[in-house]
């Protein structure tokens, strides 16, 4: 386990390897799980302060079951988190299919296009990160959970690139913690590397 500040990271977050191979998983994270996308709670009110500008990608059915549900729906184990289309495998709500399969977030596509300044939900931004906020000051979690199947290419492509999971979240991590936290966690993964390298040293 790796500490910064008052996050405690996972070991694999350093060690394993990983970079998304989008024409193999075809963006299945948004669409495989038992609910839609978890929500911090700042980020409900953005989403309604964004959403007349996000309409115009999204699908006509989406947007009848976010008239039907809500721009977000409580689930009981998760908390706010957004809805999804039963009829489409539970896709989220805010993914659409482009010409080669590959479901495309509608916030993000916005906020390429300059639309808007918010990407997506942290969340969906850190896969295959899970982040847990602490409660009553316990320490915030990161953890390394990528899906056996969906996520094995992005797996190997990460091992053919030596890439390593929070160097290719630096992004998500950085908009969540901040400039400093990210190179004190570059720094404690790099000293983990090399004394996990180091001949005799098992963890």
């Not at 998983?25 to 964004?50: Q, R, S, T, Y």
């Not at 039907?68 to 896709?91: Q, S």
């Not at 290719?168 to 993964?189: C, H, M, Q, S, T």
Request: proline share 5%; net charge negative; aromatic share 10%.
């Amino acid at each position: 386990m790796i500490v910064v500040d008052n996050v405690l990271i996972s070991d694999e977050i350093a060690e394993a390897q990983f970079v998304c191979d989008l024409n193999k998983c075809k963006g299945g994270c948004c669409e495989e799980g038992d609910a839609g996308a978890p929500l911090e709670d700042a980020e409900l009110d953005i989403m309604i302060d964004v959403f007349e500008k996000v309409k115009p990608y999204l699908t006509p059915a989406a947007l009848a079951e976010i008239e039907r549900k809500g721009k977000y729906v409580y689930h009981r184990e998760f908390g706010w988190v957004t809805p999804t289309l039963g009829g489409d495998n539970e896709i989220c709500v805010y993914g659409s299919r482009d010409e080669k399969g590959i479901i495309k977030c509608a916030f993000e596509q916005a906020y390429n296009d300059g639309i808007i300044g918010w990407k997506k939900p942290i969340s969906c931004h850190f896969f295959p990160i899970i982040q847990k906020k602490g409660k009553k000051g316990d320490y915030d979690r990161m953890n390394y959970e990528p899906r056996e199947t969906l996520c094995s290419p992005a797996c190997s492509f990460g091992k053919k690139l030596k890439v390593p999971v929070y160097k290719f979240l630096k992004e998500p991590i950085v908009r969540k913690y901040g400039e400093d936290f990210y190179n004190a966690l570059e720094k404690a993964a790099t000293e983990y590397s090399s004394e996990k390298s180091k001949p005799g040293i098992h963890r």
